[in-house]
Nanobody
């Protein structure tokens, strides 16, 4: 069974700073799939931030376009989210997730059946 493990470069930053999140899969990913980053605040639903499909189609939430970049190293089964010019309202727990059998980058959480444990990002003003 494939597992996802997030790692974080940085963790607590100030407004305008950058952070890099990485997601490593413990096993090989085959067929069509989408890997996405979500974030969730306490008491709120998880929101899609960026997603990338197995054939490198990409989708971003409107609020992060131009600042965040999702990328992948298929050979290493590694997925990276580069976050630039961070804002205080982006303080949240970030999750990596995978949806199998779909060919498009999606933000529907119900499609994602494999989740990482989450990693906290703090952006202070």
């Amino acid at each position: 069974q494939v597992q996802l493990v997030e790692s974080l470069v940085g963790g607590s930053v100030q407004v305008g700073d950058s952070l890099t999140l990485s997601c490593d899969t413990s096993g090989a990913t085959e067929g069509f799939y989408s890997v996405a980053w979500f974030r969730q605040d306490a008491g709120k639903e998880r929101q899609g931030v960026a997603a990338i499909s197995s054939d490198d189609k990409i989708r971003y939430a409107d609020s992060v376009k131009g600042r965040f970049t999702i990328s992948t190293d298929h050979a290493k089964h590694k997925y990276t989210l580069q976050m630039n010019n961070l804002k205080p309202e982006e303080t949240s727990v970030y999750y990596c997730a995978a949806a199998w059998g779909i060919a498009c980058p999606m933000f529907m959480t119900a499609l994602y059946t494999t989740w990482g444990h989450g990693t906290r990002v703090n952006v202070s003003s």
